[in-house]
């Protein structure tokens, strides 16, 4: 095999105060020109930093690398920067996880764009101009004149994920390093990306190294696959063997990890015979467009638009659709957390002509998990102080030792220890993070909890063992879920009923099962073609 790449017995330490830290540990791997090789492994694995040790990204003052990286024959591992730099953008190019954290917000597009232009192949401002607006066209960027001077903020994540796409293409490299690509994208958004990389990958004629813990991507876009566990290669090959005949006990577990059905016939017939604890009827967002020195309003969006929802006590009920589709603002609004009109009766109770103080006493009831476990819990308190915030707010007459029982005991539900919570967030791995801010909301006793997201950001295995947890914590205390989610595997494992939201409307609704089988809409049978495009891939 012609090698564009090989490693060659890397490891990796971080060195801290006193502590070294081996994160990679001996892995060995080749690619040849035009191979597509996908890296996978939960969280800490040290995929991604046997990824960045290639460009030489992660900071070598406080890291020690051994072994060898040879990219076209030449080692890299003992470069220096300046050299590194004549290859990151020309010969290796990256697209990073979250590409509005890798762009800069203060800067348009186009001239974060024609950095790698002007400085790798020495185009003028001009030439690099027209280069990368048919770059962006190429790509699939709308109006790509126009969106060459827009920021980022002013496009949407596919968009923005396909900018880096052009970014990393610009100079042609011969070895694209993708890293989660597609992670917190939509599942149809997901599709045009993995479609836009094979149709590039074959143009470009370039060898592409992905990084994921996404196995159905993996099956669908890669030749060949590498498994780590604990910073350690521990099976490679090529895809369809690796995957129908996996040797290695922790690929056996990853591909065991996907998502089983939580719910039953049986519990959706029980379920719906009861009174609702939360209704809503005719909910209505609409946000206002202002323009000009006075802000004058010049029309509105319709954010959730004339939508009718019911949930039974013990009921997850799941909410679909891409971004921009309505899902989290109609939570919001049902919640309270967000302005509204139409009718919202919660455990028998009208709320949504309440005012603040009025509602004050009913929050404990309804709690909300977020997709970003890290984002939602604050840095600056320990575990025990985070979860034990709402119990001193609505549980007042608790003692410091009646909290901290409860505090304890539901450390212990969410399958965590008391020992830990004296520890800050920092500490915690992403399943573990996403278990606090669990108990956080669970601790509380709440009849309802609105889950944004809660397992898009985690790995396979750890987003079964989160979902298995909370439908336990479903049947031991009788709550509720609304669940929005663009996965619809996971939405069709947790959910009773779903609604598929589109532009802000309720386009289709039933039982999951029987929405799933056989879909009315076309925009639900579109969301469902995508995931089954990757799936069967």
Known sequence: MTELLKIDNLSVAFCHPGARETVVDGVSFAMAPGEKLALVGESGSGKSVTALSILQLHDRTQSESRGRVLFNGEELLRRSEAQMRQVRGREIAMIFQEPMTALNPVYPIGRQLIEPLMLHEGLDLIQARKRMIELLGRVGIPDPEKRFDAFPHMLSGGQRQRVMIAMALACRPKLLIADEPTTALDVTIQKQILELLDQLQAEFGMAVLLITHDLNMVQ??????????????????????????????????????????????????????????????????????RSGFFRRKVGEVRAVDKVDIILHPGETVGIVGESGSGKTTLGMCLLRLQQSEGAIHFDGGRIDALRPRQLRPLRRNFQVVFQDPFSSLSPRMSIEQIIGEGLSLHYPQLDAGQRRERIEAVMEEVGLTPEMLSRYPHEFSGGQRQRIAIARAVVLEPKLILLDEPTSALDISVQKQVLTLLRDLQKRHGMSYLFISHDLKVVRAVAHRVLVMKDGEVVESGETNALFDTPKHEYTRRLLEAALFREAG
């Open 220 to 289: 669908h876009f890669a030749d060949n696959v590498a498994v780590m566990e604990k910073g350690l290669l521990v099976e490679q090959g090529e895809v369809q063997r690796v995957f129908s005949a996996p040797q290695h006990a922790y690929t056996r577990k990853l591909l065991a990890s996907e998502p089983e059905p939580l719910v039953t016939e049986d519990d959706i017939e029980r379920l719906s015979r009861q009174p609702a604890v939360m209704q809503g009827e005719n909910i209505r967002c609409y946000f206002p467009i």
